[in-house]
Structures are given as C-alpha cells and as structure tokens.
C-alpha cells in the first residue's frame, strides 16, 4: 500500500543522506538513492504483503462507509437517481478519496518525513 511505500522512501532518504548529501544534490546520489529503495523493497516485500493483505481486509469496510459518507455530502439534493448516476456519483466520492486520503495525506507524511531526517542527519532537502 501507499503507506509502506512512504515509510520505504523515507528509510531510504535517510540511508542515502548519512552519506552527507541529499538524494536530490546529484545524479549519482540519485543513482545511489534509487539503488538503496529497491534494496529495501526486496528486503521488505515477503514480510510487507502479509500485512498489506490483512490491512486491506480490515479497511475494505471503513472505506466503503467514508465513500458512502462523502456520496451523501456531494450529492445531497438528488432523490431520483439513474443507475447510470449512481454508478457516476460512487465513482466520483472514491476518487475524491482517493486524492485526499492517499496522495494529498500521504505524500505529505513522506515529505514530512524527509524533511524530518534532513533535520537530524543535518543534510538539507537539496
């Protein structure tokens, strides 16, 4: 999940600036960075998706109610509906919690992250 893929970047930006520069100051730090993600995923996938699988299981239902509660905020006035917009409304409050639950939230706690391990290993964000 979006989540174990945050924390694998962020363990990485932290292994890759105890080398005393940012993963962003060149392209072979770059090179180094990359090399240093996809060591850690090798590492943590086995014991990752045990727990990705069981966490999807726990959070298929509070999912489905947070999409039903959002299709009831954005969509409010309409008492007859096709099934046809049904469909378009279940649609549209799964992507708009999609865009805030998983890229805005996460993608702001990883670059929380990393400026965080900037800070204790004293090397800036580029």
Do not use: H
């Amino acid at each position: 999940m979006n989540a174990c893929t945050g924390v694998i970047t962020v363990a990485a930006w932290a292994a890759t600036a105890r080398g005393g520069a940012s993963p962003l100051a060149s392209v072979e730090r770059w090179g180094v960075f990359l090399r240093v993600v996809g060591s850690i995923r090798l590492v943590a996938t086995p014991v990752i998706i045990p727990a990705q699988c069981a966490a999807g299981y726990f959070l298929v239902f509070p999912y489905w109610r947070a999409v039903q509660k959002i299709q009831k905020i954005l969509f409010r006035g309409r008492m007859e509906r096709s099934q046809n917009r049904q469909i378009m409304d279940r649609l549209i409050s799964m992507s708009a919690l999609f865009l805030f639950g998983n890229i805005l939230a996460l993608a702001s706690v990883t670059f929380l992250g990393i400026l965080v391990v900037g800070a204790i290993t004293g090397v800036p964000f580029r």
